[in-house]
């Protein structure tokens, strides 16, 4: 949605995003879609409170409820400890779920996540898998990229990838 | 917006306060290039933008007397007269003169002034801080002498006391009354230092025409143009050329407006560097807009996550633009703190004549144009960076997390800005290298005297004490005397006027024997009086016949000595000795015997040429202000205490003026060339560093981006001084475009500096030729760390860190 590197036809809730002029699918992306990557990316002169605030600051929500909804996430993901630390002094686990916090924050309908634990150890893998299956429950489509079979039994469905061609 | 507006600032100052390094490169680059522009502005607000202290300041005209390539001589009292009488052009037209006056008691001193007419103070327009200025009827002759004072010598002199109106202070031979105190605002006027006014005795009834030797000054009327005046005053001189033909035939007159008259001098050499300033702030943004560049690039990272969490393209060039603005204010604060010391080092450093320098001061103006180029600053560096970091971010995310050297534009843009940094200092460098070369070609020049060792006071006996030339030549000749016998002083001697000094006293004179020639064709030269010792203490030899001689006094034969150049202008071929001739202004009806030829010596700087000049001996010519010249190795302020302690024994209350030595008067004269070349010296260096600085900056930045592919190229066998001439022919590709470039830049811009230069070609090979050489230098001084860290790269470290 970012690119326009690609071609062929692609809806997203109802709209042709291949009609679509690059503004507004960068609009449609704002709105409804989250990024978690395998290498976290967390803002790296930010504090965790100030990363989870970022995606809020550029939907243009008012600072009181930005306020709010970051505490409210900060509590959920069981983080306010952490929310003057900043991304260097968290493990690559507190740094995941900082991330999957932030992708989360705005309420997306979609998230993706490209090897999401793909950096963790396998316990620290299994915590975000989990996290995951939770916000698919209550509601939030997750697509998920990734190389490990064992993720990969965490979705409700699996589509195999092979050298760019959809192969199962 | 507000809030996120804030919100930015706050990331924006902790971001810029990590990485300090970066931060303070750029904070410095910019105060350097602000803190000189707001430095150079204010000497140009002072002395060509700000009007002239007086009322409707462009109305306000000098008017001289003009002959040949002389447009700018000075007038004759009864010429004035007449110009004053005939003259519609002018609402008002004043004539002053230079004068003096020193105030004795406790403490005697010596003041310099202005003789004007009572109509002066009007014409300017200016009213007085304290008392009125002058009646008509105190302008005549043999009236009780009256002055006003200046605000300074109020204040200096007589501790601001307000009761000084009305009253008589004690003057040498007598006493002056203080009528008025003019506020420090009314400056003094073109060619003077003036701390008093007094009126100048004028008898109109007697248009005797005899000498030329004031100025004058006057204000157009309410709807006269400067070209009518002109026109006016050149048909009234053509008048006055049958009204006077002996005197006036060849002579015309120029108008010239005041402010032209005040800044002309010093307007070349201000907007010369002027220029060269405006060239270190274009360096200056241009690196700061490399660093920018560079660090957009390195933050690719952060912007493609910024982007893919939605933030817009505007959110991402406002961020950038915010902390350009931040630079570019905590640059241009930091400027406004160079810039006050610096206008301090340039009023200091300026020469004397620079007009209105006690004007200039770091003013509101200018900090509020500091405050303009530094915004101006933020969003030309801050825009391009910003630009470029948005435009690859909103397409990044991809490139983000699968790491890209920089994008080919942007490198390019970068490797463009530094072949402009290095152009433009190439032009610097030349500018300055060009005024070094004739700064040396002058200290080269023979002044045609010994300056080494020789130091000069000035002594002015008051008239009303030393009314004759007997008295005065005894006077002189005891000093001497007690002067010769002082421990420490080889020689001495006198003369009326100092060489190295500005100003001049010459005048026409006929040859005996040869026929009258036509009006206004007589050979002009300089008059000086000096004692029999003076060439000696100059050590200025005698080419023909003697020297003058202590017997030379009043009551013997008159007698004079001349120069070298007079000789080639008045006698080519012919031998001088025993011929004769008359001074107009002097002994008009003497005739004097010329019995030596001495060698020439400069008398109005390193750059003039050698004058005829007339030396009379003091004892048949006297006159009251003499500059004594010391060949001693003693320091002049203990020369200043001994000539004071032997003047203050022979007349107790006779002001000394201090000891100077003839090597600073020489270099007071050659201020005019020194202060540029050592402005535009001091520009070249920094504009030299900067580009240092930008050569340094993208090396750094292209081998740390390459230092993966640097990592796989050692690894497959390339050596260390491979990777080193790749690094370095890289940087060296870059300078030396900037070189080519630069050196065309300079041919073109060389001909502004015109009149700056002496005795070397605005193209000149040498200059041409070695300032590349420095620059190339300078730029593989700034290339060889990261050439090395280059050649460095442990192949594994490179690589494992992918």
Redesign the interface.
Known sequence: MLDGDWTGEYRFLDHAVHQMKPKDRIALNKQHIGFVFQQYHLLDDLTVAENLDVPLSYRDIKKGERQSLVADTLDRFGIVAKKDLFPRQLSGGQQQLVAVARAVIHKPSLILADEPTGNLHSSQGKEIMELFTELNRAGTTIVQVTHSDVNAQYGNRVVQLQDGWVVK | MI??LL?DLR?AA??LA?SSGFTAVVVLTLALGIGANTAIFSVVNGVLLTPLPYQDPSRLVVVWESKGTSNHNVVNPANYMDWHDRATSFSGLALMSWAGLTFTGDEAERVQGRAVTPDFFGVLGATPLLGRTFRAEESRPHVPRVIVLSEALWRRRFGADRGIIGRAVPVAGGTARVVGVMPASFRPMPYGQEEYWEPMPLDWSNRARNGRYAMVVGRLRDGVTIERAQTEMSRIARQLESDAPDFDTGWGATVVPLMEQVVGGAQRTILVVLGAVSLVLLIACANVANLMLARASSRE??LA????????RW?LVRQALVESVILALAGGAAGALLASWGVHLLVRAAPPDVPRIADIRLDLTVLAVTGLVSMAAGVLFGLPAALSRSGTA??G??A??TRTTAGVPAARLRGALVIAQVSLAIVLLVGAGLLVRSLQRLIAVDPGFDPANISALTITLPDATYPDSLRRVAFYERLLERVRSMPGVQSAGLISWLPMTPGNAATSLTVVGRPEPAPGQKPTAAIRIVDPGYFDAMRIPLRRGRSLAPSDRLGSVPVAVISEAMVRKLWPGEDPIGQHVTVDWWHEKVSVGIVGVVADSRHDGLDAEFQPTLFYPFAQESQGGMSLVLRSTLPPATLTRMVRAAVSEMDKGLPVADAVTMYHHISEMMADRRYPAFVLGLFAALALTLAAVGIYGVLSYTVGQRTREIGVRLALGARPADVLRTVLGGGLRLTLSGVALGGMAAGLAAGALGKLLYGVHPLDPVTFAGVPLVLVGVALLAMAAPARRAARVDPMVALRSE
């Open positions: 809030d996120t919100q990331y902790r971001t990590k990272r952060e996550i910024r982007a893919a969490l939605g933030a817009s959110r909103i397409q995310l991809h983000a997390t």
